[in-house]
């Protein structure tokens, strides 16, 4: 027996077969080189694209100012609402593996497809005089392709992360340790096609042509797809939940069903499976907690509850498991309202800020010219900078007075978060106050021309200070008018 348990992992993961996972050939540090291959080269092809997508909406497509930040917008809105569709059907149903395989594929096409709409003729608007004016054909081509691939950005983003972790299991100690390190080199991989992205990709766009720019980010999405299949006989596997609408309706069906009754003072009375493992397939038991009691009455166990057979009727009682789950979903909600604010914040990366730099000098000496899109590359910079600084400096001080082993909680270093990104929110605006007193004091409100302030300007009102608290910068440019200045015209 002791040897049985020595083989296979012991937190119900599988090979590719459906069999018990073997611990000597699957998952560990062997498997992790693919998914993060796979991840690095995922965000090099989204950044790559998405980064200086303002400037082709405004230059191929013939948008304005305000049309074309808002349609970014909401395509870069669409990209971080569908993981949560990505994420219900990977738990519900095909599990991670078959979810990032399928809309990978998924991902390359609407890449292929937007690259024929830079290439191709017929696809591709016909620009006389630098003024390109596309058909109605055209136009859809291209948001086709673009929410294609935010469809497959909602089935790999909330999966990778989630299936490399599923590659160690947490009841052996040394892969328990492991695990921390993979999060660690996962967002580095993340960082790494960040950087190429808005560096190499933005140049390559800005200097030689879209068809290059959207073409790379392809060619480097298939070899995320390659990477990721030549790792499947290694890759370890997490059985799917089901659906967790169901099991949240059944809590809050049975909780009102049961209004009437009252919770035992002894909670280790309120329900759950007496088998070592989680009701639900590929979760761990839940332990209680004494927020939200309310919901604690889909747990109260009674008679009636049970069906001519003996058995719990799932829609009038519930696991403790199953209503701790519904109570997390809860407590997050006010973690992801004021992300919604976060996020509106740093949308402006894309949009607003490209627009605001687009009038700004770029000159850096006097050959070379910085792209307003490129600048974005300081916020991948400032974390590759300051993750080392604050795991190495920061923590250990902090673990001084706090106590605690990382320094911080969650929760602190997203507050800290916060608070930098009013200030850089407020030196944005600043910036822009001061650029719209140049248009005015010098009547530079018809100029085609760059306004004689430095685009550098953007970098010293937000150096990204605050990305090792909250993974991300928010940068703003402020207030834009497109009737202020217009943007010059390439």
């Not at 400037?55 to 074309?68: I, W």
């Not at 109605?136 to 935010?150: D, E, G, H």
């Not at 959207?214 to 659906?243: C, D, E, K, N």
Request: charged share 20%; net charge positive; proline share 4%.
């Amino acid at each position: 027996m002791e040897e049985f348990e020595d083989k296979y992992t012991k937190d119900g993961t599988t090979d590719i077969h459906g069999n018990p996972a073997v611990k000597r050939n699957t998952g560990r540090w062997r498997a992790c080189p693919y998914i993060l291959a796979n991840e690095c080269c995922e965000r090099l092809a989204y950044y790559g694209m998405s980064t200086n997508l303002i400037n082709y909406f405004e230059d191929f497509l013939h948008q304005g100012n305000t049309k074309a930040a808002n349609n970014v917008t909401n395509w870069s809105g669409t990209c971080y609402v569908m993981p949560l569709f990505g994420a219900f059907v990977a738990d519900a149903y095909l599990g991670r593996y078959r979810t990032i395989a399928i809309f990978m594929i998924i991902y390359i096409i609407g890449l292929t497809l937007l690259t024929m709409t830079a290439t191709v003729r017929g696809l591709k608007p016909s620009c006389y005089d630098a003024v390109c004016e596309p058909t109605s054909a055209q136009t859809a081509s291209v948001f086709i392709a673009l929410y294609l691939i935010a469809l497959g950005t909602g089935g790999i983003k909330p999966c990778v992360s989630s299936f490399g972790a599923d590659q160690f299991d947490d009841s052996d100690e040394s892969e328990k340790k492991s695990k921390g390190s993979f999060f660690n080199w996962f967002y580095f991989s993340i960082n790494i096609g960040a950087l190429v992205a808005s560096s190499v990709l933005v140049w390559i766009q800005t200097n030689v042509g879209w068809g290059w720019g959207f073409g790379i980010p392809a060619v480097a999405m298939a070899v995320a797809v390659v990477s990721f299949f030549l790792g499947t006989p290694l890759y370890r596997h997490q059985r799917s939940g089901g659906s967790p609408l169901t099991r949240i309706a059944q809590v809050v069906v049975a909780s009102v069903r049961k209004y009437r009754v009252k919770v035992p003072a002894d909670k280790s009375l309120l329900y759950e499976v007496s088998e070592e493992t989680s009701a639900i397939k590929g979760s761990r038991k839940l332990e209680h907690t004494d927020q939200l009691k309310f919901l604690d009455k889909a747990a109260v166990e009674r008679e009636e509850d049970k069906t001519k057979e003996g058995i719990p009727s799932p829609w009038k009682l519930c696991t403790v498991t199953q209503v701790e789950e519904l109570k997390s979903i809860v407590r997050l909600l006010p973690v992801w309202a004021s992300g919604i604010v976060l996020s509106t914040v740093y949308s402006q990366m894309g949009t607003m800020f490209v627009l605001q730099g687009n009038t700004m000098d770029p000159h850096m000496g006097p050959h070379f010219k910085v792209s307003a899109a490129s600048l974005s590359m300081l916020d991948t910079i400032s974390v590759i900078l300051m993750v080392p600084i604050y795991d190495r400096v920061i923590v250990p001080v902090a673990h001084k007075y706090t106590g605690r082993r990382q320094g911080f909680t969650p929760l602190t270093r997203m507050g800290i978060g916060f608070v930098v990104a009013v200030f850089s929110m407020l030196a944005a605006g600043l910036v822009e106050i001061a650029r719209l007193r140049i248009v005015a004091r010098d009547d530079l409100y018809d100029s085609e021309g760059y306004l004689p302030m430095s685009i550098f300007w953007q970098a010293r009102a937000c150096r990204s200070t605050s990305s090792w608290a909250s993974r991300r910068c928010s940068r703003s440019s402020g207030s834009w008018s497109s009737s202020t200045t217009r943007r010059r015209t390439r």
